[in-house]
């Protein structure tokens, strides 16, 4: 499976510590695709392995930042050698170096879902024809950040598009052909009433989407939402709220049929996300770009934070307005609203090193990248936060071997776990405090 970061965004919203620069350069889009073209071809041998191994999920996922910002044709020269590679490994032939333009035409049949994030304002301002280029692609399923179908919210979290565009988006998606649609949502503001939230669901509803994940408010570090915090102009949402407007949406959506299959994620039945799944399953996974995350076994690599025709001359086509952290990888940072502490506070202390692929003469010619050696214990801990945050649970006879059992059975009967079958899960009503039960299994 295969995570590729598209690092522009129009604006900055509020509550985002993502990588990402406010660009709409079209030299910094070419140059950018040439990055990611150079990386591609710098790591087939790693792409192949990834694509043949056996517990390989044949997935591509672009995000961001906001990939909808760019153009069709430069979206295609990326697809095109990323299916290049893939079709060749398919066929075992060698991997010619990719360094032209490819010409896409369909190429549905390479991957079993093919995700691309976008939000409702570039949707509405390109149009159909847009859409159906993604469609050409091979694109099938679009994930679109709405946020909040209430006007006051979206605009304090300075997002571009307001409720009434958001639908129009969904709309122009649904008469384009997209047939799996999710949508994103943001509970746990401190000024979100619960009338206002449940509105927000109701107008999510209306429009029906395949799948929906609604994620809590959270305070990143080196976002503007951090600042506000600090500066004393934001006061975080009471926890007595954050659950009930949880509760809430838990309600809202079982009603109406969706599967509540991940502690943020919700789907109707067969839409559930299959490149997200594989996240929590610790499948390998390929990320590309500027800030993206790989994981092979017990080694986690990521790529620097920084367009790499910065990193060769220090100059720049966009305003790098602001730069900042992100998480394992993307889809995991946007899933990680209550959850990814637990990890990163466990992962302190591994044994690092950074690397610079160089091309013959020198130049940078992809991204710097940082490797890090899981420990078991690392592992361990990953393996059970990961999976207890999905309705799947852990085999009972697994969970028992990665922790005290006591602790379990004392869970069990508490009823903060529950049995499944032969697996042990996290039962929805206690989703909320999923942090507090992991850190007693950990």
């Known amino acids: 499976m295969i995570y590729l970061h598209v690092p522009f965004c129009g604006s900055f919203c509020t509550y985002c510590d993502f990588y990402s620069e406010i660009c709409r350069s079209r030299q910094a889009f070419n140059e950018y695709a040439d990055a990611v073209i150079a990386e591609i071809r710098d790591r087939r041998k790693e792409l192949e392995m990834n694509m043949s191994a056996q517990d390989a999920v044949n997935t591509l996922y672009i995000g961001g930042g906001t990939p909808s910002v760019l153009p069709l044709d430069v979206l295609s020269r990326i697809v095109g050698a990323v299916s290049q590679t893939e079709r060749l490994s398919l066929v075992t032939e060698q991997l010619s170096l990719v360094t032209e333009p490819v010409e896409v035409t369909t190429q549905t049949e390479l991957f079993d879902e093919f995700t691309v994030e976008v939000n409702p304002e570039d949707i509405v301002e390109k149009g159909r024809e847009y859409v159906r280029g993604l469609l050409a692609l091979g694109v099938n399923r679009i994930s679109m950040g709405i946020q909040s179908f209430n006007d006051d919210i979206l605009r304090w979290m300075n997002r571009r598009h307001d409720a009434g565009n958001a639908v129009k988006a969904f709309h122009i998606l649904r008469e384009s052909g997209v047939r799996n649609i999710s949508i994103d949502l943001i509970f746990g503001i401190s000024q979100l009433t619960d009338e ?232 929805e009503d206690h989703l909320f405090t999923s942090d507090e039960i992991v850190r007693e299994l950990i």
């Not at 599967?259 to 789907?267: L, R, T, W």
Request: a negative charge; aromatic letters at 6%.
């Open 196 to 427: 206002t939230w449940k509105d927000t669901i109701g107008k999510a509803l209306e429009l029906s989407p395949e799948h929906i994940s609604a994620y809590q408010l959270s305070i990143e570090e080196g976002s503007a939402l951090a600042k506000m915090v600090a500066d004393g102009r934001y006061v975080e949402a009471s926890e007595e709220q954050c659950r009930r407007q949880y509760d809430i949406l838990c309600r809202c959506l079982g009603r109406s049929g969706y599967h509540h299959y991940e502690i943020s994620n919700f789907a109707k039945p067969g839409f559930e996300a299959v490149h997200n799944s594989a996240y929590w399953r610790r499948a390998p996974y390929i990320g590309l770009g500027p800030g993206a995350h790989s994981l092979t076994g017990d080694i986690r690599s990521w790529n620097s934070q920084e367009l790499p025709h910065r990193q060769q001359d220090e100059t720049s086509s966009c305003n790098p307005d602001r730069i900042s952290s992100c998480n394992p990888d993307s889809t995991s940072c946007q899933t990680s609203s209550r959850n990814l502490d637990v990890i990163s506070s466990c992962n302190s202390g591994l044994s690092s090193r950074q690397t610079s692929s160089r091309n013959p003469s020198g130049k940078l010619a992809t991204y710097s990248r940082n490797f890090e050696t899981l420990s078991p214990e690392d592992i361990r801990v990953e393996r059970i936060m990961l999976s207890l945050r999905t309705d799947k649970g852990l085999k009972a006879t697994e969970l028992y071997s990665l922790t005290d059992s006591t602790v379990v059975d004392a869970l069990l009967s508490e009823g903060a776990l529950e049995r499944q079958g032969a697996s042990i899960r996290i039962p």
